[in-house]
């Protein structure tokens, strides 16, 4: 019986909590997004540019996972899980659940896969402030034309 006891024990102390894994997952991808990040074309970067998100992600158990994550030339300069109560000046505010994340993260086409998350509602964003507004517009106008032209 303490045998038993013991290893259900360790077993709970290996099993990874599901916050820790979407963000270690995510942290991956930024790694791999920032080591790409110079393909993108010129008109994506300056939407990308600089910008402070905060990322809100359900995770599968119904909690809120928060991340920050902060973009300079288009490249994630900060990426850190944060608390709810942590403030810091957003220009976004960018909600998801896991599910949704990891569709995206794993898809062969991710850029694809977010604008189509996006328009269904999976995947909302908020600007914040009026020139945030406007640039998430030109934003959008911009993914719209591209997938009008079969670029995405």
Do not use: C, H, W
Not at 6 to 34: H, T
Not at 38 to 52: A, F, I, Q, R, T
Not at 118 to 142: C, M, Q, R, S, W
Request: net charge negative; no cysteine.
């Amino acid at each position: 019986m303490k045998k038993i006891i013991i290893i259900l024990m360790l077993l709970m102390l290996f099993m990874p909590v599901a916050s820790a894994d979407i963000v270690s997952d995510l942290e991956i991808k930024v790694n791999e997004y920032n080591a790409n990040a110079e393909n993108l074309s010129s008109s994506l970067k300056s939407l990308l540019g600089d910008e402070v998100i905060k990322l809100v992600i359900v995770d599968d158990s119904g909690n809120e996972i928060y991340i920050k994550a902060v973009t300079e030339d288009a490249y994630v300069t900060t990426f850190e899980e944060v608390s709810e109560d942590d403030e810091f000046d957003a220009t976004m505010i960018i909600g998801a659940s896991e599910a949704t994340v990891r569709s995206v993260m794993d898809s062969e086409t991710p850029l694809e896969t977010f604008v189509e998350a996006k328009d269904n509602g999976d995947i909302v964003i908020e600007p914040v402030g009026l020139v945030n507004n406007i640039t998430y517009t030109v934003a959008n106008v911009v993914l719209k034309i591209s997938q009008l032209l079969g670029l995405i």
